[in-house]
């Protein structure tokens, strides 16, 4: 009667309990209520029935209660959860704390809800036409979906080209079939949208599930997932985690994005965990993006992924025309250069939509002294506050939150002349109110869109006001549909080019195109303005001449040369410590006990120095990184099997807070 239970403890074990004779004995998948130490008491998950313990048995505790009669997750999921242990190195009662929502961790019984199903064979009748291109991703797709078998696929088509009418129709074969579908978007911005788009197709319970949800409501849903009363789920990043009844295919739109990796905690990438459970559960995996990743395409050349392209826009949508805009020769207000301006009044003029492109939210990213020329900088980050103006004046970080009242004199001269240097989203805004003073001004970015209810009413605003400037932040590039935007405004194409980052440039012109893509997305034909200083930018001049898979062939070839990911597999040991000093005296001792060292050469291992991260100090905290590429995974794994642990068992260690990042998307 002995169980082994894993628990929400940054311990890389599972525990021994015994279950007394008058208890239910639980299956493994159930939640128990256990004795931890002294005092404190834990809800955990059976993961094993064994006959023997390591420990006495007179030193074993007898668990509290079972929560469930019935296993809260099955075999799939158990699977899922070892894997996420083993490849990302994390506690496995740690996983299951991040894969169970909040209540579920929390104890909370469930209901049977199998008598909820409803009934899907009146599923759609509002098939659009297809071209031959369409026609045959839905034709390639549909047949792993007859042969009930996994298969990834990368349905890489323009912005505009119809992917989600791809998604559509097979879709609808999925639930002729009485399975379930789970949509992943990479931000809670797209669900709404996205929904709309499903739920006035299908007769079915679509479902929607985000962080922004409370948590009865996310109980709800996953309830719903687990009973297969829900048909279509829409979710974000988490939503891969969820119980199914019988999970037909599994969709993840914008592929792309960086927002589909964890960036704390278990730091998983949802795609990676959909190709790996859509091949557990014997299901197709359709990644559907404009701007492939450049670990996708290299999936693709390895026959690992199946390339399905779009390469035509959708109905009588014509390709969008880019142009770049030399901005070192002509005179500027509020960033823009003179062309750009004259552009967008003559689009407006056309009672047309303009959408500008700025990465920067608030009203301006810095503010100096002209008298002595200090700076507004955060007392906790490597970084200047942000100038801020509503809803009320002050400085803000963006990387901490730290906040203060807007000063009328500077701290170091008293001086008044204190000036916002920069252009926000927010000052942006002021000024095209300025320029186009009888013209709808439409802002969204995180300040805008923070409350509930806030991306519908938005949209409204843009469906409501055919001419009108839109003025946004990366979150506008990702999916959205606006029919009436012809003009794509990108007043600042450099900065991501001259990163030391070397992600930067694919991230750079992935966002680009992203954005390109808003315009001319109906009849109406579409321009895209890039003002840059830099146009003989060779990295620019390739993406704007030749398009974005030219582009990603030419990083692919120089990331081979240098042998960077795709073609090595990353590490990132992340140490953040209250000094730089013992951040860096325990990456040399970490580095001094990595095993086979022996084998590096025959396994392409390459070990960084000590890095800094490019924020050094955030939070009050210092952030130093050790980087390890290999060119065999397997290898890597092996070689953080053993030094892992050893690396946690350091004296220095318990003074710093330690995170292994597997196939990290970014150094910062």
């Not at 130490?37 to 834990?42: E, M, P, Q, V």
């Not at 990479?186 to 079915?204: H, K, M, N, W």
């Not at 290299?298 to 014509?318: I, S, W, Y």
């Not at 809803?391 to 963006?398: E, I, R």
Request: glycine share 6%.
């Amino acid at each position: 009667m002995l169980i082994q239970v894993a628990l929400p403890v940054p311990m890389y074990r599972v525990f021994d309990y015994f279950v007394p004779q008058n208890s239910y004995f639980p299956s493994i998948g159930c939640r128990v209520v256990v004795p931890f130490g002294k005092t404190r008491t834990l809800v955990g998950i059976v993961i094993a029935h064994i006959s023997q313990s390591e420990l006495a048995i007179d030193k074993l505790k007898p668990i509290i209660q079972v929560l469930d009669h019935q296993p809260i997750l099955d075999q799939h999921l158990l699977k899922l959860a070892h894997w996420l242990a083993q490849y990302y190195h994390y506690p496995l009662g740690d996983v299951f704390a991040v894969m169970l929502p909040t209540l579920i961790r929390q104890g909370r019984l469930l209901e049977n809800n199998q008598s909820k199903q409803i009934d899907t064979q009146a599923i759609s009748n509002k098939n659009l036409s297809l071209n031959t291109e369409q026609q045959f991703a839905v034709k390639t797709i549909q047949q792993a979906i007859d042969n009930q078998c996994y298969q990834g696929f990368l349905l890489n088509g323009v912005t505009g080209s119809g992917k989600t009418e791809v998604y559509l129709q097979v879709i609808q074969s999925v639930l002729a079939s009485g399975k379930q579908v789970l949509i992943l978007v990479p931000e809670i911005g797209l669900t709404p949208q996205t929904y709309q788009r499903f739920a006035e197709r299908f007769s079915v319970n679509v479902l929607m599930l985000h962080s922004g949800l409370t948590n009865p409501v996310r109980l709800a849903g996953w309830q719903a997932c687990r009973d297969g009363s829900a048909k279509i789920v829409i979710g974000t990043r988490s939503t891969i985690f969820y119980p199914f009844a019988d999970l037909g295919m599994i969709i993840v739109d914008e592929s792309h994005d960086q927002s589909y990796k964890q960036q704390d905690t278990l730091r998983y990438n949802a795609q990676d965990v959909a190709l790996y459970r859509g091949f557990l559960l014997g299901c197709p995996v359709v990644l559907g993006t404009a701007t492939p990743s450049l670990e996708s395409l290299q999936l693709v050349l390895q026959n690992k992924l199946t390339q399905l392209q779009l390469t035509q826009r959708a109905g009588d949508a014509l390709p969008v025309k880019i142009q770049l805009i030399d901005a070192r020769k002509q005179k500027w207000q509020f960033g823009l250069a003179q062309n750009l301006i004259q552009a967008i009044q003559a689009t407006l003029d056309k009672q047309q939509q303009v959408l500008i492109f700025l990465n920067r939210r608030g009203y301006a990213p810095i503010l100096l002294c002209d008298g002595c020329g200090w700076q507004a900088d955060c007392p906790r980050c490597d970084a200047h506050l942000t100038v801020h103006l509503q809803p009320v004046a002050m400085l803000k970080c963006h990387h901490c939150d730290w906040q203060q009242a807007l000063p009328k004199k500077c701290p170091e001269c008293a001086s008044e002349n204190l000036d916002p240097v920069g252009m926000g989203t927010a000052r942006l805004t002021e000024g095209l109110q300025e320029l186009f003073a009888n013209i709808p001004i439409i802002q969204i970015d995180r300040d805008t869109t923070r409350k509930k209810h806030s991306w519908e009413k938005i949209y409204q605003q843009i469906q409501d006001n055919p001419t009108a400037i839109l003025v946004g932040t990366q979150m506008i590039a990702k999916g959205h549909h606006f029919p009436n935007v012809t003009l794509v405004v990108i007043p600042n194409a450099d900065r991501g080019f001259l990163s030391a980052d070397f992600r930067s440039p694919e991230h750079t012109a992935q966002l680009i195109m992203q954005v390109a893509g808003r315009a001319g997305r109906a009849e109406k034909a579409g321009r895209v303005l890039i003002q840059t200083r830099q146009p003989d930018n060779p990295a620019l001049l390739t993406l704007v001449r030749h398009g974005y898979l030219t582009f990603a062939e030419q990083l692919l070839f120089e990331r081979c040369l240098l042998h960077l990911p795709p073609f090595s597999h990353a590490c990132l040991l992340r140490v953040e410590g209250k000094s730089l000093d013992k951040n860096h005296q325990f990456i040399h001792e970490a580095k001094a006990i990595l095993p086979y060292q022996s084998q590096f050469a025959e396994f392409g291992v390459s070990i960084s120095g000590t890095i800094d991260a490019p924020m050094t100090k955030k939070n009050s905290r210092f952030h130093s990184h050790l980087l390890i590429l290999s060119k065999n995974r397997q290898f890597l794994h092996q070689l953080l099997d053993d030094w892992w642990q050893a690396v946690l068992q350091l004296s220095s260690a318990k003074y710093l807070k330690l995170t292994l990042d597997i196939d990290p998307i970014s150094w910062a």
